[in-house]
């Protein structure tokens, strides 16, 4: 075998065990005997929950998301449907059916919108038409980062890829070597002031957004177990970010909050959960793989209260504003709680195929997408 071809081989050996690893954690993280849903305790209702508009789409799987970006919503579907609504009607601005299975996405800066197909390409739109196509080196599962007219892109074998926004010309390249299997969910990749912050194994790392070059870097969870699938780290998306504090967690072992302006771990605790993070002034919320929910003291990570009301449930990373903490859980239901306590205000169902994603807060309303590609705005008075 000549030395070209020997190279093509790894190289095309290298994306069959990525693909083969993701589905096989994929496969680890499903449980056959699902312990069956806690049982919805009778409450007094303290919020009156109304629909302002609803929009159907087509189906909504993870590790797919939508963005609120200059007052517009863009939602990809997994068939490849995007659409861009106005989050204070539902009033379609403009959608394009890709025709392509997804990935990942979406991710927006209100102009510019990108997304990921299962064929590992990177596609930029705005005003409904395609700017240009990509071909990735491997699968991504996050959702691109469209920030300072560049394309941001995080792939499975944690290489982070800059693009220019308005041609696709590759800017710069960076790969940081990490174990050997990969989370088939969405990492982190997100910016602070002048930093383009990525989740890289089991570390946040800050990087130059200009070349790549990393600035500071910090632990968040470490490998631990005997095996492979035990001694995976990897950082998931949704993080809680106030002034300079930013929260992280990493899959099922920690949540830990940095000092982004400096690269300073502040505290770290021990947690079981899969899904991102939401914060207050104060408090940091999350939810454990079994449903329960937590809240942490922001300053010092002491809990502040827990509630086990919703295991088992399916539950999706919470959602908090105005005081109220929302979660959607996989029966379709939303439930708004007392952020100070955990306590049930209202809760509403939506529809019975469940909660594809966090909810996302725009002005007076909770923006809802079930998995059959439901959209509801909802107000909580």
């Known amino acids: 075998m000549t030395g070209s071809n020997f190279k093509r081989f790894l190289n095309a050996f290298k994306a069959l065990a990525l693909v083969v690893l993701a589905l096989f954690l994929s496969a680890c993280s499903s449980t056959p005997d699902k312990p069956t849903p806690t049982a919805l305790a009778d409450f007094k209702p303290q919020l009156n929950v109304s629909k302002t508009w609803s929009a159907q789409l087509s189906s909504v799987a993870a590790p797919l998301s939508a963005q609120l970006s200059n007052n517009q919503l863009a939602i990809v579907a997994t068939n490849g449907l995007v659409a861009v609504l106005n989050p204070d009607t539902g009033i379609e601005i403009w959608r394009l059916a890709l025709n392509t299975p997804m990935a990942a996405g979406v991710g927006s800066d209100g102009n510019r919108l990108a997304v990921i197909s299962q064929a590992n390409e990177l596609i930029t739109l705005s005003q409904g038409k395609v700017l240009w196509r990509v071909k990735l080196p491997a699968l991504s599962f996050t959702s691109p980062l469209v920030a300072g007219e560049r394309v941001f892109v995080l792939t499975a074998d944690r290489t982070v890829i800059a693009f220019d926004g308005a041609s696709g010309q590759k800017l710069w390249s960076q790969q940081r070597a990490g174990d050997a299997l990969v989370l088939k969910q969405s990492g982190i990749l997100t910016s602070f002031q002048d930093n383009l912050l990525v989740g890289l194994s089991g570390r946040l790392v800050a990087m130059n957004p200009a070349n790549g070059v990393a600035k500071w870097e910090v632990t968040v969870g470490s490998s631990r177990g005997t095996n492979e699938v035990e001694r995976l780290v990897d950082l998931v998306s949704g993080v809680s970010r106030i002034n300079n504090t930013l929260c992280a967690r990493a ?79 996989d029966l379709g239901w939303m439930h708004w709680l007392d952020a100070s306590n955990g306590q049930t205000l209202a809760r509403s169902q939506i529809d019975a195929s469940g909660i594809a994603m966090p909810a996302l807060r725009h002005e007076k309303t909770w923006v809802v997408i079930t998995k059959s590609g439901l959209v509801q705005a909802l107000r909580a008075d």
Do not use: I, Y
């Open 251 to 329: 899959f099922q072992t920690s949540v830990t909050c940095v000092d982004a302006s400096k690269g300073a771990n502040l505290w770290t605790r021990a947690s079981q959960g899969h899904v991102g993070l939401t914060g207050s002034e104060t408090a940091l919320f999350g939810t454990e793989s079994d449903g329960k929910l937590m809240a942490w003291n922001r300053g010092g990570g002491q809990v502040l209260w827990q509630s086990d009301s919703l295991r088992f449930r399916g539950l999706t990373a919470p959602t908090a504003a105005n005081g109220q903490l929302v979660v959607g859980d």
